[in-house]
């Protein structure tokens, strides 16, 4: 397996698009910030605002990752740069593995790349959010070195 991130073209871009939002709008529901009639409206809404000029938003990377030895896409990954006078970090925004390719080992072959990427981006760091529902991705983070920094809780009162 030989995995490379490479610059989503326009076609990625919308197809990315086409199950990101409705992706995101279902863990809103799923996490109880969301009501399921405007999910989708503030899911396309979020999208718009962090991505104004679409794929070319500065500070915004967005990859295929692509298997070259199957010269197939198995995934994409929407990473946001940000730069401070003091340090840069990577905060990823999206991180999907087509459900056909999960726990095959792309997810850390992924991290690996984007943590080369980092480095030779002089990013000392690498930020995420992942929702507590999604136990699959939170075990793949911890795996790749990543740390809990902060736990929101909620109880719901019936």
Same mark, same amino acid.
């Given at each position: 397996m030989t995995i490379n991130l490479e610059k989503m073209t326009l076609t990625d871009f919308d197809n990315y698009l086409s199950f990101a939002i409705k992706d995101y709008a279902? =863990?809103?529901?799923? $996490?109880?910030?969301? !009501? &399921?009639? =405007? $999910?989708?409206?503030? $899911?396309?809404?979020?999208?718009?605002?962090?991505?104004? /000029?679409?794929? !070319?938003?500065?500070n915004e990377y967005l990859y295929s990752i692509k298997d070259e030895s199957l010269d197939k896409k198995v995934g994409f990954l929407w990473v946001h740069l940000n730069k401070t006078p003091y340090d840069s970090r990577f905060f990823i925004y999206d991180f999907i593995i087509f459900e056909e390719?999960? !726990?095959?080992?792309?997810?850390?072959?992924?991290? %690996?790349?984007?943590?080369? &990427?980092? &480095? /030779?981006?002089?990013?000392?760091?690498? /930020?995420?959010? %992942?929702?507590?529902?999604? &136990?699959? $991705?939170?075990h793949l983070y911890e795996q790749t070195g990543f740390v809990a920094t902060d736990i929101s809780m909620t109880k719901e009162i019936h």
């Amino acid at each position: 397996m030989t995995i490379n991130l490479e610059k989503m073209t326009l076609t990625d871009f919308d197809n990315y698009l086409s199950f990101a939002i409705k992706d995101y709008a279902q =863990d809103k529901i799923t $996490a109880g910030t969301w !009501n &399921k009639e =405007d $999910a989708i409206q503030l $899911a396309t809404k979020s999208f718009n605002e962090l991505l104004p /000029d679409g794929k !070319n938003t500065k500070n915004e990377y967005l990859y295929s990752i692509k298997d070259e030895s199957l010269d197939k896409k198995v995934g994409f990954l929407w990473v946001h740069l940000n730069k401070t006078p003091y340090d840069s970090r990577f905060f990823i925004y999206d991180f999907i593995i087509f459900e056909e390719y999960r !726990n095959m080992g792309y997810g850390k072959q992924t991290i %690996v790349r984007l943590s080369e &990427k980092a &480095k /030779d981006m002089n990013v000392s760091q690498i /930020d995420l959010h %992942v929702f507590a529902h999604n &136990k699959g $991705a939170i075990h793949l983070y911890e795996q790749t070195g990543f740390v809990a920094t902060d736990i929101s809780m909620t109880k719901e009162i019936h």
